[in-house]
């Protein structure tokens, strides 16, 4: 019986530790696109026993990408922008205490992005001290050629096989609301071009349909 009891109580504890502790956790695509967009999702972990009426996160991007507002879920109580910092501030509350929820955002990203961009961030709640970001930090860019993600959401899907099709007779085509007409942008181009032939034609089309459904 000892035993038993000794055991439930060391369970407690253990339990106690495990969700007493605030914490924020980021996780990043495995890649960007320029330009493009990426989604970002924050993890955040509140005390369970003790739960917090407010929450500051402050998020800050690599210059020049932006936080698409609208996409910010869910809504904070408030929000600031530093530009100097390219810096996003969230606040959220809540009178009956704050339980565990994840943020999620998409943020824009500006054309003639190159190599490995970084993420930091904080989490303050209560009397607690600030909390750094874990998880994901930095992201790098995708490979140049042949992803077949046209339009840089991050999917190859039905969307990119319309595009590439457009540029391969030459057509104007709409990537992120900016129109872009032939002759198109190394960028674009290389996205396109799956079979490394430096021609985007129907031989492309095909090949970016086939990995939109999975051949």
């Known amino acids: ?10 369970l407690v504890c253990l339990s106690t530790a495990l969700f007493s502790q605030s914490s924020i956790t980021r996780d990043l695509p495995e890649s960007y696109n320029s330009p493009g967009t990426v989604d970002v999702e924050i993890d955040i972990m509140t ?34 922008y530093y530009p100097e910092t390219n810096t996003y501030k969230w606040l959220y509350f809540s009178a009956s205490g704050l339980w565990p929820f994840t943020i999620s955002y998409s943020a824009s ?9 970084y993420f930091s961030g904080t989490l ?3 009397d ?33 096989v319309i595009l590439c099709l457009r540029m391969s007779v030459g057509l104007e085509i709409n990537v992120n609301e900016t129109p872009y007409s032939s002759p198109y942008n190394d960028t674009l181009n290389g996205l396109a071009n799956m079979n490394g032939d430096e021609y985007v034609d129907i031989s492309d089309v095909i090949l970016i349909l086939r990995k939109s459904v999975g051949l």
């Open 47 to 80: 005390d369970m026993f003790n739960m917090p009426n407010g929450a500051v996160i402050m998020e800050t991007l690599p210059a020049g990408w932006q936080v698409i507002d609208t996409s910010v879920s869910p809504a904070p109580f408030s929000k600031k």
């Open 128 to 160: 607690e001290e600030e909390i750094q970001a874990v998880g994901d930090t930095s992201i790098g860019q995708a490979q140049a050629g042949g992803s077949g993600d046209i339009n840089g959401d991050t999917f190859t899907d039905i969307s990119d």
């Open 124 to 126: 303050k709640v209560s």
């Open 1 to 10: 019986m000892k035993r038993l009891i000794y055991s439930v109580a060391f």
């Open 109 to 117: 990203v500006p054309a003639g992005e190159t190599g490995t961009k």
